[in-house]
């Protein structure tokens, strides 16, 4: 089944321990995104990919890393969160402008 | 930044009746799509229509595209109390540099 998937779903943090949400897709996407939604401001992209070892800032880099060491997966790492950073993040994959979300992931820093 | 901005930011109908959700965006873009939101899932391609299209139909939904205008509406016909969920409009400025909005809350009441 063509999907992807995002792991946690749930975390619970605390300010300053490192954390990392993977994304995993396998539909052989070149281009995937990561965003985070908050109540009343939609989504909005923390950064995106459009290839294997290619990654560009979206609206709202600050406090995120990314990589994307193979085509499958684009792992988002808080490298310090801060409460803050509390949200709902989504990663997607398109191949042509259609993207594909993962389930999401509920990150709660206290 | 946002780009493109529903309206109404929540529509309650009933069941059978029509639900048109607007979205308005601010610069040129390749192409407009819409996206289905359940409360806390991924969201969900419904439908692409590209800058040089004028309209587009898929099974219950009709979209729009006024490029001078700079807006867009989302038409679901016939509507049914599944189709309660959240609705975004999203706008491709560069290539696959999304943009989506705050999203229209639909009800439909049974």
């Known amino acids: 089944e063509a999907q992807v998937t995002q792991n946690p779903r749930y975390l619970i943090t605390v300010t300053g321990k490192k954390l990392t949400v993977t994304c995993s897709q396998n539909?052989?996407?070149?281009?995937m995104s990561w965003y985070r939604q908050d109540p009343g401001l939609g989504l909005r992209q923390i950064y995106y990919?459009?290839?294997?070892?290619?990654?560009d800032k979206g609206d709202v880099p600050e406090g995120y890393k990314v990589s994307r060491k193979e085509k499958r997966n684009f792992p988002l790492i808080l490298e310090s969160p801060s409460p803050n950073q509390t949200s709902l993040y989504f990663c997607?994959?398109?191949?042509?402008?259609?993207?594909?979300f993962g389930p999401g992931t509920r990150l709660t820093v206290l | 930044s946002q780009q493109g901005e529903e309206d109404p930011q929540a529509l309650s109908i009933q069941e059978g009746e029509n639900a048109t959700m607007n979205c308005s965006y601010k610069?040129?873009?390749?192409?407009l799509q819409w996206y289905r939101q359940n409360s806390g899932r991924g969201l969900v391609h419904l439908i692409l229509?590209?800058?040089?299209?004028r309209e587009k139909h898929s099974g219950r939904l009709r979209v729009t595209l006024d490029t001078s205008k700079k807006s867009s509406s989302l038409l679901i016909t016939a509507s049914r109390a599944a189709d309660t969920a959240s609705y975004f409009c999203?706008?491709?400025?560069?290539?696959?540099?999304?943009?989506f909005g705050a999203g229209t809350r639909l009800t439909v009441k049974p």
């Open positions: 610069t040129s873009i390749n192409n």
């Open positions: 999203a706008t491709d400025e560069r290539n696959n540099d999304m943009r």
């Open positions: 229509i590209r800058s040089n299209e």
């Open positions: 997607a994959s398109s191949l042509h402008n259609e993207q594909f």
């Open positions: 990919s459009m290839n294997v070892e290619v990654t």
């Open positions: 539909m052989n996407h070149e281009y």
